[in-house]
């Protein structure tokens, strides 16, 4: 329950960041801060996976991405918005063109040391797009290779940790 937890103020923590009842959670919270992010993008490693190599046009596509921190201390992944990791079809992230709104706020994608994160999307093997006004598209891709990508939403120009895979639409 939410509700039944103790709100922390500033009275809480002590000079060195730790929590004055001495948690084991602001010790990992401290060491996750020594890392630096360029350390921490090199430790963290993404892999993408789909159910199957080849697709008929208009199959769904089941994609799973699995995050890795190698290291065995905890890491912070700075992302430049609330966005912490995103996945494209052939350079379209969530394969549409259409705006993504994302809040301007920093925020951060979290590892505990050695901590692996999977999530599941199912792509609807379409293209969305928005066409003039509110009218939108649904294309389907063209037969041959399409690249799927799987990325940590850090800032375009630093090495962003992710991984591809090629399927193929008949």
Known sequence: MRGS?????????DAFGFDGDGSRRSVVTFLAGLVPPAVARRA???SVATDRDVYERDDPVEITVEFANRLPVPVE????????WGWSVDGELEASDERRYTRERPASFGFRGGERKRVSVTW???????RSGDRRESVLPEPG???????VATR???ARPGDSTTITIR
């Open 5 to 13: 937890r103790r709100r922390r103020d500033a009275s809480d923590v």
């Open 44 to 46: 963290v490693t993404v």
């Open 77 to 84: 992944l700075p992302t430049p918005r609330q966005r912490r």
């Open 124 to 130: 609807n093997g379409r293209f969305e797009r928005v």
């Open 145 to 151: 290779d399409h690249e799927i990508r799987a990325f």
């Open 156 to 158: 375009e120009n630093r």
